[in-house]
């Protein structure tokens, strides 16, 4: 069955930095076009990071020069590095597919919440 599991968020003040991990199983993970998504209580799911099965990336403009995303086919697993952290980045952090690209999402994982506060 097709499974996406996140991991590493917590409880960051500003500017601190987190890394997202998004272990996948139960598809051809590396023909897959991946992205991270965040949705915060009251806000729709805001794809904010994607990348291709070939490593071309996309960032939404608020993040841009602060989160890096990256993809490692041979372990199944896609990354966020996320670098001088805001508190309107707080959010619900997930992974899928990306829905500008693939024709549909796939299961969709429990989320790993990001909190940045002072």
């Known amino acids: 069955q097709v499974q996406l599991v996140e991991s590493g968020g917590g409880l960051v003040q500003p500017g601190g930095s987190l890394r997202l991990s998004c272990a996948a199983s139960?598809?051809?993970?590396?023909?897959?076009?991946m992205g991270w998504y965040r949705q915060a209580p009251g806000k729709q799911r805001e794809l904010v990071a994607a990348i291709t099965s070939t490593g071309s990336t996309y960032y939404v403009d608020s993040v841009k020069g602060r989160f890096t995303i990256s993809r490692d086919n041979a372990k199944k697993t896609m990354y966020l590095q996320m670098n001088s952290l805001k508190p309107e980045d707080t959010a619900v952090y997930y992974c899928?597919?990306?829905?500008?690209?693939?024709?549909?999402?796939?299961?969709w994982g429990q989320g790993t919440q990001v909190t940045v506060s002072s």
């Open positions: 139960g598809f051809l993970f590396r023909f897959f076009a």
């Open positions: 899928n597919t990306d829905s500008r690209i693939e024709e549909t999402y796939l299961n």
